[in-house]
């Protein structure tokens, strides 16, 4: 929505608004925090698109209509999905209009092929376009400037591809055509640098766009890449500029896709020349002309048949998000030994880059400090469990938890732990069941809800009070459900984890009912724990103080989002907590981990 000059994102479930719509609104503005080091940072990528502000929509009214540009791209939009298959339409929308609408398993193919370049809108979409239009011009009415071309393509950027790449691209054309008619000549790092500086100019906060930052990067290789790649072997040449591209962009590679493919080093170069310079042309084609669409259509079809097929056979090594201080080491070394390749004297620096990389992947296994995190996962539960060298990942609750997981480079989980069937504690349990190695489901006996939720896995298992997990000299020791309750909460999953010196007494929903039962089923000793995961995000009626002392933690954490609509935690039980332990919560702190090497221990907050 746009109000005067400004322009603001607002969520709203349930509307039937249009592009054009004129509203009276009431807004209640919001920021979205980030949660951990390597988190997607959602303000600075609104910034980076001209939105300055969040805002969910309380109150609507319509009053008419107004006239947007807009309106053209999302009339014509429309009119394609209504005459377009299904296939051809995702690609459409996708490649011509930015809007990545593909299932989500052909986007997860083309991420493990390497291929996730070719679905975002770049400079080499454009560069097509304009040689498109060029050749038509040519053909048709031989007309060899690139005036006209170069005036249907940016009608086409402003009209239907909003992306910052598209701009960029469209940017050097309009430079490098105008460099041509001046009577200085510049170079295509002038341009390149020129083109860049007047986009930073107009939008400083463009310099958080990922796009932006892989787009100079590229281009900024492919202007000095004879300088680096010596062959007279056009094929050997377009492989290795490949090689060279992928390995300059990928801290942030990895920061999107947390992988590598084994399968896509070797062959995503020619797939990258195949796919793209016939998907790109091809949807151009049909977007002009959306009658083709019933000849080729079937080529959508047989591509993503493909793609999905030959990522079943991909490798993939998950690899942890690099923070700034790890992207900032990786271009340090990476800018180095281009130096030296320049010099012809690499082989020392590349055994140092080629052990920094695999440092990185190997750290996980010889790490001896256990991590325990509490994750900022909004109104809902979830923790990760990383036992010292990686021997066992375990995950206690998964609320929108996937993205951090993923970023954390776990390549599988060996005890999926929900505490019970309520939503904000299994919600990411399709993604995360999907992307991971999980070789345990561990669930309460007594919560019938997850005979449906879990009926297609065989690696399930119920279990109750008296359950013991031994993990070296760790363990997880379940205490609760003792009983069959009505109420689900009061069914959950109550666990006591030791990891070195140190224990953690997880509640899951917990209510009073259950707490008494564990109270009178377990002496003092057993429930004794040093951080408490407070039941039911600090709700009333979970407020146990009998259970609260026999726990008599030094840490507890209530895991909730902030401004939440059941307004926890109750303020009666912070007080309580915050008098006889240290209390944190994630809505303030963000991730909370704790960091433990045999008789140490320490905290790491995010805020």
């Not at 039941?535 to 909730?560: C, E, L, Q, R």
Request: charged share 20%.
């Amino acid at each position: 929505m746009k109000s005067n000059l400004i322009k603001i994102r607002i969520y709203d479930n349930n509307h039937k608004l249009e592009v054009g719509d004129k509203l009276n609104v009431e807004l209640s503005y919001y920021d979205d925090k980030m949660s951990y080091d390597t988190d997607f940072d959602n303000n600075y990528y609104l910034y980076s698109k001209g939105i300055s502000y969040s805002a969910k929509l309380l109150k609507k009214e319509k009053v008419g209509k107004t006239f947007s540009i807009n309106i053209i791209k999302y009339k014509y939009n429309n009119y394609l999905k209504s005459i377009l298959s299904l296939n051809t339409y995702n690609y459409i929308n996708t490649l011509v209009f930015g809007n990545n609408t593909l299932n989500q398993d052909i986007k997860d193919s083309y991420s493990y092929l390497g291929l996730s370049h070719i679905l975002a809108i770049s400079g080499l979409h454009i560069i097509i376009l304009f040689k498109i239009i060029s050749f038509i011009l040519l053909k048709l009415f031989h007309y060899y400037r690139d005036l006209i071309p170069i005036f249907l393509v940016s009608v086409f950027v402003i009209l239907f591809s909003s992306s910052i790449t598209s701009y960029r691209a469209l940017l050097f054309l309009i430079l490098n055509y105008l460099n041509k008619k001046g009577s200085v000549r510049y170079s295509k790092l002038d341009i390149l640098s020129i083109s860049m500086i007047l986009m930073l100019i107009y939008n400083p906060f463009i310099i958080y766009n990922t796009g932006f930052i892989l787009s100079y990067i590229i281009s900024f290789i492919i202007i000095f890449k004879d300088e680096i790649i010596k062959t007279k072997y056009k094929l050997l040449n377009i492989y290795l500029t490949y090689i060279l591209i992928y390995f300059s962009t990928l801290p942030f590679v990895i920061n999107i896709t947390n992988n590598i493919s084994i399968l896509s080093l070797l062959l995503s170069p020619i797939l990258s020349l195949v796919v793209g310079y016939l998907l790109i042309p091809l949807s151009y084609l049909i977007f002009i002309i959306p009658i083709l669409d019933y000849i080729l259509k079937y080529i959508y079809e047989f591509l993503n048949i493909y793609v999905y097929e030959m990522s079943n056979y991909t490798y993939l090594i998950h690899i942890k998000s690099f923070n700034i201080y790890l992207i900032l080491a990786y271009y340090i070394l990476f800018i180095f030994l281009i130096i030296r390749i320049l010099k012809n004297k690499y082989i020392i620096s590349l055994i140092l880059y080629s052990l920094f990389l695999l440092s990185i992947f190997l750290f996980k296994f010889i790490n001896p400090i256990a991590e325990v995190t509490f994750i900022d996962c909004g109104q809902g539960d979830s923790s990760l469990i990383k036992f010292k060298n990686s021997e066992k990942i375990v995950v206690i609750d998964l609320f929108n938890s996937y993205n951090f997981l993923k970023n954390e480079g776990i390549d599988r989980i060996d005890y999926l732990i929900i505490t019970h069937s309520d939503m904000d504690h299994y919600g990411d349990f399709e993604k995360i069941i999907n992307y991971f190695d999980v070789s345990s489901i561990i669930y309460p006996y007594s919560d019938i809800r997850f005979n449906e939720l879990l009926n297609n896995y065989n690696n399930k298992y119920e279990v109750r009070n008296d359950k013991l997990l031994k993990i070296n000299d760790d363990y997880i020791e379940i205490l609760a459900p003792i009983n069959k309750y009505d109420d689900p909460n009061s069914n959950s999953i109550v666990l006591k984890l030791k990891v070195y010196d140190y224990t953690f007494m997880y509640t899951g929903d917990a209510t009073n009912e259950e707490l008494n039962d564990i109270l009178n089923y377990y002496d003092k000793n057993k429930l004794k724990s040093d951080v408490l995961k407070v039941a039911h995000h600090g709700s009333n009626t979970s407020y146990n103080i009998d259970f609260y002392n026999k726990v008599n933690p030094k840490y507890s954490i209530i895991s909730v989002a902030e401004n939440n609509k059941y307004n926890l935690p109750n303020i009666e039980v912070c007080d309580y907590l915050n008098k006889y332990s240290n209390l944190y919560m994630t809505k303030d702190c963000g991730n909370i981990t704790f960091n433990i090497y045999k008789d140490k221990m320490w905290i790491s907050k995010y805020r």
